[in-house]
């Protein structure tokens, strides 16, 4: 079932779940960031937190899923880069919302000022 305002940005709502768990956590969200402005190797990546090189790893998997950071191989190292297309899209599926909670407040207040 794809609802309505995913499907106004072309998208599933597995897809949809993905970006949401993806920007869920705090460490993906950096990754996210700092990829965003300058593509890093998981190695490079893994050195900037407190975890193991597989638990970073995981984290940029669950972001590759999302379609929010893309990997490549250079040399022997694989790169990783954040893609702004699929952020856009998670941004613009926020304002979808953001304007649902408006309108329904602006509703609520107008009934409010009825009485």
Do not use: C
Not at 55 to 66: G, P, S, Y
Not at 75 to 86: A, D, K, L, S, T
């Amino acid at each position: 079932m794809v609802t309505h305002h995913a499907a106004q940005l072309d998208l599933p709502d597995d897809q949809v779940d993905r970006i949401f768990r993806a920007l869920a956590d705090a460490t993906r969200r950096d990754i996210i960031g700092r990829t965003l402005t300058e593509e890093s190797s998981i190695s490079e990546l893994a050195h900037r937190y407190e975890m193991s090189f597989a638990a970073v790893r995981k984290h940029i998997t669950v972001l590759e899923e999302a379609q929010l950071v893309s990997t490549h191989r250079s040399g022997r190292e694989r790169r990783i880069r954040g893609n702004p297309e699929y952020l856009q899209k998670a941004q613009a599926l926020l304002m979808t919302y953001e304007r649902l909670w408006r309108a329904r407040t602006d509703r609520l207040d107008a009934l409010l000022a009825e009485d």
